[in-house]
C-alpha cells in the first residue's frame, strides 16, 4: 500500500526537465523567487550565509525551508553596501584626504577609512542573524 501512495505523490509532482547533453535534469529552486537562485552573491552576502549556517544553524535551516534564504542573503548584500557607502563618506568627511602629492598617502588613509566602515558593518549588519 505505501507503494501505491508512493507512486500517487509521483504522479502528482509537476517537475520539469531541462537537457544538458542527452541527459535530464530537474529544474529545482532554493527560494521561492527563482531570481533570487539565479543572482550570485557577493563577498557581504556570502559572509552573512557561513556565519548564519556555524552559528545559528536553527535559523539558516527555517529560512531554508521555508524559501527565504537566498533572498535575505541578497537583501545583506544590498543593505551592506548601500551603508558602505554612505559611512565612507560621512567618514571622509570628518577625515578628509591629506593635503599631499603623495599617491601612497592617500590611498593609505582611504583603506584606513574603508577598513573603519566595514569594521562597523560587519558587526552591525552581517554578523546578526536575520
Do not use: W
Amino acid at each position: 500500500m505505501k507503494g501505491a501512495l508512493l507512486m500517487n505523490k509521483r504522479e502528482n509532482l509537476s517537475l520539469t526537465y531541462h537537457n544538458i547533453g542527452g541527459l535530464l535534469y530537474p529544474d529545482l529552486q532554493i527560494s521561492n523567487e527563482p531570481e533570487a537562485d539565479t543572482k550570485p552573491l557577493g563577498r557581504y552576502g556570502r559572509m552573512a550565509l557561513n556565519h548564519l549556517r556555524n552559528h545559528h544553524p536553527q535559523r539558516f535551516l527555517i529560512l531554508q525551508m521555508q524559501g527565504n534564504l537566498m533572498k535575505k542573503m541578497g537583501e545583506v548584500e544590498q543593505e551592506v553596501l548601500s551603508k558602505m557607502e554612505s559611512l565612507t563618506e560621512q567618514l571622509l568627511r570628518l577625515r578628509p584626504l591629506p593635503q599631499t602629492d603623495d599617491t601612497l598617502e592617500k590611498t593609505r588613509h582611504l583603506n584606513q577609512i574603508k577598513e573603519t566602515a566595514e569594521e562597523l558593518i560587519l558587526n552591525d549588519i552581517v554578523f546578526k542573524p536575520r
